[in-house]
């Protein structure tokens, strides 16, 4: 049983409560809420926030390739300047090729570890460390997508993973401006460096190259997204409507058979047994005959069949015997009275034209000349 003075006291409590509750604002938008306001960044942690350090130690190691030996031995002195910041070791190991970070007495950051193993992972991953350090940032992530078993022919795969660079890094370098993000495509596997959510549009694009969906596609969504983005009305409502909608439009229809099969009705009873050879001797009464009689039948059939063999053989031997068949003779048509041509009337045309030519002339003209000519031969005598 509680005692009156403790149940007075929570009673007292509770009021105290509901006292220094703040009253909600009414006309608040749920959007405002759930939205981060421009400019703002998370506080950095620091050693106040955890001053006594880490209870265990903690370590990570990965391999690299051989190939990256020369660079990491250039490097290794400047990784492990900055992993020192953060008071967590780093060691090569050349001859079993790998690369060792572990936390320290010193280390207060507990998250640093997992920062510090991406680190190397990304340096095992061909990622020049200029780039890589950048992960020891708070508001920096990484993801290293494998795509090597997506797609299992091999000549497939380094064409779409060639779609995704695009000619001369271009398909590539436009991804980097679109999400704000590093990315590096080696071997089986995509590294990307960047804000969680340009990491998350990296690894969506990625995906859908491997199954046959050009960038391109993906890369005019984000530009349409990005243009969205900068109008304070539209960051609330749906973008489905601007999105463009993309078809297949090479998918292959298949084949259908020539002869299709049609399924029979479902019956439970099986089919009738057939007929055996003997039952069909039976059924035509040659089971009763005897072995001369047979013989002789079967050799009245064969006859029969080379009978019409050649009958058919003769008749095609004989179609070269048959003539073709000739055209009629088409008379020609008497002409008629109407189409016959008049001599006479031609010639006096042909003389009328022979008349009108340039230069000559007419024949009053011509009697008149003679005259003149006669004349003047009676004046010369």
Request: glycine share 4%.
């Amino acid at each position: 049983m509680a005692s009156p003075s403790l149940e007075r006291r929570e009673k007292g409590a509770g009021k105290s409560e509901f006292r220094n509750q703040k009253p909600k604002p009414e006309n608040q938008d749920e959007s405002e809420l759930l939205t981060v306001p421009d400019g703002w960044k998370e506080p950095a942690f620091s050693k106040e926030d955890n001053p006594r350090g880490l209870l265990e130690e903690s370590s990570f190691a990965t391999l690299f390739p051989k190939y990256r030996e020369a660079y990491l031995k250039e490097c290794w002195p400047l990784v492990q300047k900055a992993l020192n910041e953060h008071h967590v070791n780093a060691t090569l190991d050349l001859i079993e090729g790998s690369m060792t970070v572990c936390t320290t007495k010193k280390t207060f950051d507990p998250y640093i570890i997992i920062r510090a193993r991406d680190l190397i992972k990304l340096l095992a991953r061909s990622v020049s460390f200029e780039q890589a350090v950048r992960i020891l940032q708070d508001d920096v992530a990484c993801d290293i997508i494998k795509i090597g078993s997506l797609v299992r022919n091999k000549e497939r795969f380094v064409k779409r993973r060639q779609r995704l660079i695009g000619p001369k890094g271009s398909t590539l370098k436009a991804l980097e401006l679109l999400t704000n993000c590093y990315i590096m495509v080696q071997g089986n596997t995509v590294s990307a460096i960047g804000p969680f959510s340009g990491l998350k549009e990296v690894r969506k694009v990625v995906l859908d190259t491997m199954k046959n969906i050009h960038p391109i596609y993906n890369i005019k969504s984000l530009m349409i997204k990005r243009e969205l983005a900068k109008d304070s009305e539209l960051r609330s409502q749906s973008w489905e409507r601007f999105l463009p909608q993309f078809k297949h439009k090479n998918v292959n229809k298949r084949k259908e058979p020539k002869k299709k099969t049609v399924k029979k009705e479902y019956t439970p009873f099986p089919p009738p047994q057939p007929e055996s050879q003997i039952d069909k001797e039976l059924a035509s009464g040659e089971y009763f005959l005897k072995a001369n009689q047979k013989k002789r039948q079967k050799m009245e059939a064969i006859k029969a069949k080379q009978a019409e063999a050649i009958s058919k053989k003769q008749q095609e031997r004989n179609k070269a015997f048959i003539p073709p068949k000739e055209k009629p003779i088409v008379k020609p048509k008497e002409a008629s009275t109407e189409t016959k041509i008049d001599v006479a009337s031609i010639k006096e045309k042909v003389k009328k034209a022979k008349n009108k030519k340039l230069g000559a002339l007419t024949a009053e003209e011509i009697a008149l000349k003679m005259e003149a000519d006669e004349k003047k031969k009676k004046k010369k005598k």
